[in-house]
């Protein structure tokens, strides 16, 4: 009579199936382990991405940078702390309008951070007069701003909409629009659109 585990070897040779399963990786390369009895191989999955398999993490840096004019520049964190990109716009001065986002090269360039929450009911015009002024300081000084927030999409752009407004007298859909053609991400969020629709910079 056969023992137990030579039973359990003849079902496993006789009976079991080959399997593969398919695992994609937070770097997004997507894998498939085939494994029968005690053998797994591990080959590249080549099929075409499947749109139900879930989240795949974007890690690339976005350094785009929009250039709103000659010494005015928008961009995300990521450009505000990439000293290549920073140093081929010729930057000196960097706006930080993120929250928590470090200055990172404190030595190297003139910083100004407001510390503004990208949320529909945030204050956004109340900060405008010191954004404005620190934007005219780079400029006076014959210097290259870049101003960010995280993304370069909603706070960062809302501030440039509200300086072209301020400084350069351009009206809220005139701003807007050379602000997405610079950056075309751009995408204040509705609570910041409606305070630039209302705002007011000179009586």
Not at 159 to 176: Q, R, T
């Amino acid at each position: 009579m056969p023992s137990l585990t030579e039973e359990i070897q003849s079902f496993s040779r006789s009976r079991l199936r080959r399997q593969c399963t398919r695992v994609t990786c937070l770097s997004g390369r997507r894998i498939i382990e085939t494994w029968k009895g005690s053998t797994v191989t591990v080959v590249e999955d080549i099929s075409p991405p499947d749109s139900n398999m879930g989240y795949i993490p974007d890690t690339s840096w976005d350094l785009q940078i929009g250039r709103i004019k000659p010494f005015l520049l928008l961009g995300s964190q990521d450009a505000a702390h990439d000293f290549g990109t920073l140093k081929k716009y010729k930057v000196s001065h960097i706006l930080n309008v993120a929250y928590g986002v470090e200055n990172v090269f404190p030595l190297l360039f003139i910083y100004k951070s407001v510390q503004i929450l990208d949320q529909p009911d945030t204050e956004l015009t109340a900060h405008l007069k010191d954004c404005c002024h620190f934007i005219q300081q780079a400029k006076e000084e014959s210097g290259v701003v870049l101003v960010h927030c995280n993304t370069g999409v909603s706070r960062a752009a809302a501030v440039v909409v509200g300086y072209l407004m301020s400084c350069d007298a351009k009206p809220f859909e005139e701003a807007l629009s050379l602000v997405k053609a610079a950056r075309p991400a751009s995408c204040p969020n509705p609570g910041f659109m409606e305070q630039l629709q209302r705002y007011r910079p000179y009586p």
